[in-house]
């Protein structure tokens, strides 16, 4: 939801609704960890006005624990905080899963995934981010491929269930090969609200 028109924020949520997208996500940025800001609790309790689908959050924010109660509150059923911002990871998603939500752990382009080993049983899916995190319409990372079959083949090897997410520069060039890497979800901004059909950019990734 990060790339959408939020003057007409309503729509855009109708939109999403209808199409063949799961869920809908939403990037929470602090202009601290990440150098951007997004937006706050009051459009997300917008967002969830409308919204007919579950809510997947990305905490882009240092101390994300500050965070994690209130976006129970509103409804998110997918929480996911970074790898890098979390200094006792098994604890913070201990505290997502006490919430009753799924608990997901973003790394950022440079993190490898081998950091992940000792969390992969703990957690509900682990997002792989293909752009620097921060800004939409950034342009897909190559290496990315490589990181999604190397946890696909840690996930295979320890028989654990996680989803693989991906986030950043997904388009209909890519979605085949990311998909065929193992990835099990793909988020979309820039490539759905800037086409001229949003529906149809939808469904070809999908």
Not at 161 to 166: A, D, E, N, P, T
Not at 167 to 172: A, C, E, R, T
Not at 180 to 196: E, K, N, R, T, Y
Request: hydrophobic share 40%; aromatic share 8%; net charge negative.
């Amino acid at each position: 939801m990060l790339s959408a028109d939020f003057g007409h924020l309503e729509n855009e949520c109708k939109m999403v609704n209808s199409s063949c997208a799961e869920w809908f996500h939403l990037d929470i940025m602090d202009g601290v960890f990440v150098p951007n800001l997004s937006y706050g609790f009051p459009v997300i309790k917008a967002i969830a006005r409308y919204a007919r689908k579950p809510m997947d959050a990305h905490l882009m924010t240092v101390q994300p624990a500050n965070h994690y109660a209130r976006c129970k509150e509103i409804g998110i059923e997918w929480l996911t905080v970074h790898y890098e911002a979390c200094t006792h990871l098994h604890r913070d998603i201990q505290q997502i899963h006490a919430l009753g939500m799924k608990a997901g752990v973003a790394i950022n382009p440079a993190t490898p995934v081998h950091l992940l080993d000792s969390t992969l049983p703990y957690a509900d899916m682990i997002l792989i981010m293909s752009v620097n995190p921060g800004y939409g319409g950034q342009q897909f990372i190559g290496e990315t491929y490589g990181k999604i079959k190397q946890l696909t083949q840690m996930r295979r090897e320890r028989d654990l269930s996680f989803l693989i997410q991906v986030d950043g520069g997904v388009s209909s060039e890519n979605a085949t090969h990311l998909y065929d890497a193992g990835a099990d979800v793909l988020v979309a901004g820039h490539f759905v609200f800037s086409a001229p059909d949003p529906l149809e950019a939808i469904r070809s990734i999908s």
